[in-house]
């Protein structure tokens, strides 16, 4: 893959014209999310109120970005009849879909040729499943300073084992990619990729076509070895990887909350969200970023914390559900505890059932009252 010349790639070093086009990967199967995505792919599993996709879209429109094509794969089908042609958002959207696994540098190659820009032109590509406040146009206008081939979002982590590390030079620039770091030797950066890249027009259409290819493992160390000019740009802002229940739960909390920023959220931040055509009792405490989906009925006495219920669900009086989310239909029955549990979509959990950290129901599931409990019934 030949490295895109920086004089091509614009000199202007002041400029913050945003980057007209962007990539949305949106193929994955979400299989850490299971149950939520056994009907849903992940993009689109509600956060504070929305599919979260609709979040990662309004973020990018209020950037700039005008054009997005969305990298599809698993339930394809279900997100165009949702955001159509994308005007409703101010948006120019399509669709593309790989039929094979082509990984995340495969399913942008896949896609290039529904992109307008000019070689030399920047290219935004987001992770469906990242949220996070990064300053898009100040990475777009980092692109365009450096004169960069390909510009890529770092962030920051407390604890960088899980992830692979992207030091950088006192410039910025990119000096390796190294995997997930075993010994504390091997830790040599703090800084890891977090998933939102700028790339020179010309990269993408380079990448291999026709074969999967991973942009983290081929891509990227491919361009490096070859001596092309990619650079990193801390933004240590709101950051989450949304590819776990927890994180989900937590992720949706925190749009509610307003710690985690969003043109998109449908409703004042707050303690709770409660969309029109929810049903909430009037002694029900609902708070820690909560949000209840129309249709869904929340009982009298009930404590909701930290929670996504989704819609048509139903938690009946004086249950307790913590940094949990309930799937479309589910009902939660009395005095029931769950903590950091997901229930999927039209399961049925009992009265004085206690299910707690990191628990999963099926969909569809069936838990009598009473089934389960982690402490005596006294």
Not at 157 to 166: M, N, S, T, Y
Request: hydrophobic share 40%; net charge negative; with cysteine.
């Amino acid at each position: 893959m030949r490295a895109h010349p920086a004089s091509e790639a614009g000199s202007d070093d002041t400029s913050r014209r945003p980057a007209a086009e962007a990539i949305l990967l949106v193929g994955g199967k979400g299989t850490r999310l299971r149950p939520l995505t056994v009907h849903t792919p992940k993009p689109m599993i509600p956060a504070a109120g929305v599919p979260f996709l609709t979040h990662q879209l309004a973020r990018a429109r209020a950037a700039g970005v005008e054009h997005i094509v969305m990298a599809t794969s698993y339930l394809a089908e279900v997100f165009e009849p949702h955001f159509g042609d994308g005007s409703a958002l101010g948006l120019h959207l399509e669709y593309v879909t790989e039929t094979d696994p082509l990984g995340t540098g495969g399913a942008l190659r896949n896609v290039a040729h529904r992109l307008h820009s000019a070689p030399g032109e920047p290219v935004l590509v987001f992770n469906g499943d990242i949220l996070t406040g990064l300053d898009i146009a100040s990475l777009v206008a980092t692109h365009r300073a450096s004169g960069a081939d390909v510009s890529l979002h770092l962030t920051r982590v407390d604890d960088p084992r899980a992830f692979g590390l992207v030091p950088t030079d006192p410039g910025g620039r990119v000096t390796a990619f190294l995997e997930k770091p075993q010994t504390p030797e091997e830790i040599v950066t703090d800084q890891v990729n977090a998933g939102a890249y700028v790339f020179t027009r010309s990269l993408l259409d380079a990448i291999p076509a026709g074969r999967p290819v991973s942009v983290e493992r081929e891509t990227f160390p491919g361009l490096l070895a070859e001596g092309a000019h990619l650079q990193g740009m801390v933004d240590s802002t709101y950051w989450l990887d949304l590819g776990t229940p927890q994180a989900f739960v937590r992720g949706s909390a925190d749009l509610v909350l307003g710690r985690a920023p969003s043109p998109a959220v449908p409703g004042r931040r707050g303690e709770r969200l409660v969309l029109p055509g929810a049903r909430v009792a009037e002694d029900a405490k609902l708070f820690g970023g909560t949000s209840v989906a129309a249709g869904a009925v929340v009982g009298a006495g009930a404590h909701v914390e930290g929670s996504t219920v989704l819609a048509g669900a139903r938690i009946d009086p004086d249950a307790v559900v913590r940094d949990s989310l309930i799937g479309a239909g589910a009902h939660i029955g009395s005095r029931t505890v769950l903590d950091g549990v997901v229930v999927g979509d039209g399961a049925f959990v009992g009265a004085d059932n206690e299910l707690l950290h990191g628990a999963r129901v099926w969909c569809d599931a069936r838990l009598e009252a009473g089934s389960v409990r982690f402490s005596s019934d006294e």
